[in-house]
């Protein structure tokens, strides 16, 4: 069964984290799930700098609408904060018919009915 390609929109300190905490849990988050999940392309303003916090495990770039448009990734999970940036990238995913996970309190309480009503429209 193919594994569940997540994208991550950010890998500062929560970023981080979720990217090694998916790398070092991946067997108990796959016997869980039924499936792995893996992070295959993140997102960074320093990609010099993530590239030495993520290796060859999983592609870097700059441009965050590279991840919510690759047909290859199936979840994304905002990180980046703000709600401005944010919003566009969550309906940018939504639109391209991915699921999108987020903790962004500020994002969701400005722009929560828009982007769950885009999610609702779009099955998601």
Not at 51 to 74: L, N, T, Y
């Amino acid at each position: 069964m193919e594994p569940i390609r997540v994208g991550l929109l950010g890998l500062g300190v929560v970023g981080g984290g979720t990217f090694k905490v998916l790398a070092r849990n991946a067997e108990e988050i796959a016997r869980r799930a039924g499936r792995h999940i893996v992070a295959t392309k993140v997102s960074a303003r320093d990609v010099a700098k993530a590239k030495s916090r993520v290796g060859e495990a999983a592609e870097v770039v700059a441009d965050p609408f590279q991840i919510v448009r690759d047909p290859e990734i199936d979840i994304v999970v905002e990180l980046i904060g703000g709600d401005t940036l944010a919003r566009e990238l969550v309906l940018e995913a939504i639109a391209h018919g991915k699921h999108v996970v987020t903790a962004n309190k500020a994002l969701l309480a400005k722009h929560g009915n828009e982007i769950f009503a885009a999610a609702h429209a779009k099955g998601l």
